[in-house]
């Protein structure tokens, strides 16, 4: 299946990348929901948050505070939402996960806002139960994999004078 943000990635589309390293890229939304709205994903295929390493998803809401901050400062918004639409009964309009980061002005028209429903005791009692069972792992992150030491395959030479380097350094200590 293609993915449009993949080919994004890639270079396949072109799009306006704002920033990009080795786990995430950003770009401009090509059709906003507001002028100066950003798009974050990472660069690896992942169709919802679930499926995001931790560290990645981390890392990618470090971008988003980031630019955020950008927005506010560059385009003078007052107010930013980010958001996550994770599963197409969620609005998720891409197969690739996504942060959506949408500025705000006063009187904008974008409406995000929804009805709170009342919800019973009993019925708050057992969504805690469930959902704290299934949670009990929550906090034991993915952690990144090291990435090996990149050894100088030319080492600059020393000099030695024939002097021992342990009598050198004893000489140094006051």
């Known amino acids: 299946m293609a993915c449009s943000i ?71 918004a007052a107010g930013t939402n980010i958001i996550v639409n994770n599963g197409i009964e969620a609005g998720q309009d891409l197969p690739h996960f996504t942060v959506n980061i949408i500025p705000r002005r006063e009187n904008d028209g974008l409406n995000f806002q929804w009805q709170p ?11 805690e139960f469930k959902i704290s069972e299934m949670a009990k792992g929550t906090g034991d992150f993915q952690q990144e994999g090291q990435k090996p030491i990149n050894m100088d395959t030319n080492p600059e ?17 006051p």
């Open 117 to 127: 429903k009342k919800l019973d005791d009993e019925t708050l009692s057992q969504l």
């Open 6 to 76: 993949c080919d994004m990635i890639s270079g396949k589309t072109v799009c306006r990348k704002l920033f990009e390293d080795d786990k995430a890229v950003a770009f401009l939304k090509e059709k906003p929901a507001a002028p100066g709205h950003i798009i974050i994903a990472p660069k690896e295929h992942h169709p919802i948050i679930e499926n995001v390493p931790d560290f990645v998803v981390s890392h990618i809401f470090q971008v988003a505070s980031r630019l955020s901050s950008a927005i506010f400062d560059t385009l003078g």
């Open 157 to 173: 030479t020393v000099e030695d004078d024939g002097e021992n380097y342990l009598l050198k350094s004893l000489r140094r200590i």
